[in-house]
């Protein structure tokens, strides 16, 4: 069970050329099963990480998962960098939340939260001089993103999806990958248990997205009935992303905190613009 991981990670690591040990990589730690593991495995591997963690101050659950994610680094020996969303954005996810809903701007928690963490994590690799950037997303997620994106008609947003992301040859982007795309996420999660790792496994008490929860029963369902169904729904999407990038247009840079993006401003300045705040340059 355990070796199956460790082959199934190597292997994608591989085939995808995701990883050389010439990178400097810096592993997006969240203090979840996810993340935790691949963090575990690319360091037993031998690669160049050190750890980066998003304060996202999200009560007790943010406070519990800083200390798992010191404390697993700190045994590991691997260098742990924290950032907190406040010192960026200047607001925390649920603040940000709350207001742009007062301005019928109807975002769920995870739609900012997301767009909120790419946005650093990119940024703070930059300034790190990292050369690949790791996330934790595995099989499930990945399917699930898919089918939501098909259902929702927003294709477009399947770009970030694969084991690297859709835009990694673009200026500006630090290539993101995903060494657990193809583990699902029980296997996961019975490897991370096995390992006893200092671990939350409670879901986020913000992730209130009942269409991701609902795509996700359906497809567990799916996979009950006909093991393999979420593995064949990301092999139909990889065979096929080659030519949906080629559709992508050439991508720009915000006018505010010069991050690429697709229209004048990012997400997250809009976000925040929206709020009639100004982002802070800290990285500037
Ligand atoms: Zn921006």
Do not use: W
Not at 200 to 226: H, Q, T
Request: proline content about 3%.
């Amino acid at each position: 069970m355990k070796a199956d991981i460790e082959r199934k990670v190597k292997q994608t690591i591989e085939k995808y050329k995701l990883l050389s040990k010439k990178d400097k990589v810096l592993v997006a730690c969240s203090g979840g099963k996810d993340s935790t593991t691949v963090l575990f495995l690319l360091n037993k591997f031998g690669y160049d990480v050190e750890a980066l963690f998003i304060d996202l101050f999200i009560g007790k659950y943010s406070e519990k998962n800083k200390e798992d994610v010191e404390r697993f680094c700190s045994e590991l020996g691997v260098k742990l960098h924290e950032v907190s969303v406040k010192d960026v954005v200047g607001y925390s996810v649920c603040y940000l939340k709350s207001v742009l809903k007062s301005k019928g701007c109807n975002l769920k928690s995870c739609a900012i939260c997301g767009a909120v963490k790419r946005h650093i994590l990119n940024r703070y690799a930059k300034r790190l001089k990292k050369t690949k950037l790791v996330t934790g997303h595995n099989l499930d997620d990945e399917a699930q993103s898919f089918v939501m994106n098909l259902l929702k008609d927003r294709m477009d947003l399947s770009l970030r999806l694969g084991p690297k992301t859709g835009v990694v040859e673009e200026k500006g982007f630090v290539p993101r990958v995903k060494p657990l795309y193809f583990c699902a996420e029980k296997d996961v999660e019975e490897f991370s248990r096995l390992m006893k790792f200092p671990v939350v496994y409670d879901s986020c008490p913000c992730s209130v997205d009942a269409f991701r929860r609902d795509v996700g029963r359906f497809l567990d369902k799916l996979e009950r009935d006909a093991p393999g169904i979420k593995l064949r729904i990301v092999d139909y999407f990889l065979e096929r992303m080659p030519r949906s990038k080629k559709r992508l247009g050439k991508l720009g840079y915000c006018e505010n905190c010069g991050e690429p993006c697709s229209g004048k401003v990012c997400n997250v300045c809009g976000m925040v613009g929206l709020l009639g705040g100004k982002k802070r340059k800290v990285y500037k």
